[in-house]
């Protein structure tokens, strides 16, 4: 069963450990000789990942493919993992970044949102021309976004789509939080122009 099915897409995964369990660090320090462990720390973050692949590839089929990788990549790293005060999201949000990173590099495209399949936090209604107008809204907001940079749309999925913290962002992009906000800051700045010139 593909994460797409366990959760939608914008569903926020869990990031508390449950009620007793350990948390990722300890189970990362075990998942190197115990499968168990490790398959712990897949169903707590696979949703997330899977979301922030989905988001930078577009499309389902890759995004499972790509999530796999992922995993893949850390089980077999997983026994050189350290911690150093970076979470073990931030290294898996990292492994995840360079797997899209080669994705594109080896297909040479820029990432493609399928905007039929996307649906932004409140985006229903039951007027039937606001929903047509909010759908051309998303369509311009997401033709905008991936005329970013790569690294400015890893910032908006990020900060928009998982939600997290400036200081998060920064551990998983391994930027200060003052460098991230900066280029939030510019982010806008230039998200601001390409908009009004799709206008």
Avoid: C
């Avoid at 490790?38 to 988001?55: D, K, M, N, Q, S």
């Amino acid at each position: 069963m593909s994460p797409i099915e366990r959760s939608e897409i914008g569903e926020v995964a869990p990031a508390e450990p449950p009620a007793g369990g350990e948390d990722d660090q300890a189970l990362a320090r075990r998942a190197g000789k115990d499968q168990a462990a490790f398959g712990e720390l897949y169903e707590r973050h696979v949703t997330a990942i899977y979301r922030y692949v989905f988001y930078r590839v577009g499309n389902e089929e890759d995004a499972e493919d790509l999530t796999a990788r992922v995993f893949m990549r850390a089980m077999k790293h997983v026994g050189h993992y350290d911690d150093r005060g970076v979470p073990f999201t931030a290294w898996l949000y990292r492994i995840a970044h360079n797997v899209v990173a080669n994705y594109h590099r080896d297909n040479s495209r820029h990432p493609s949102i399928p905007l039929d399949e996307v649906e932004l936090h409140g985006a229903h209604s039951d007027d039937a021309d606001a929903r047509i107008d909010g759908q051309r809204e998303r369509s311009r907001l997401l033709h905008a976004i991936r005329r970013l940079p790569e690294e400015r749309q890893q910032l908006v999925v990020l900060k928009f789509v998982e939600q997290l913290q400036n200081s998060e962002i920064g551990q998983i992009m391994n930027r200060s939080e003052g460098a991230i906000k900066s280029l939030y800051h510019r982010t806008l700045v230039q998200l601001r122009e390409i908009l009004g010139r799709l206008e």
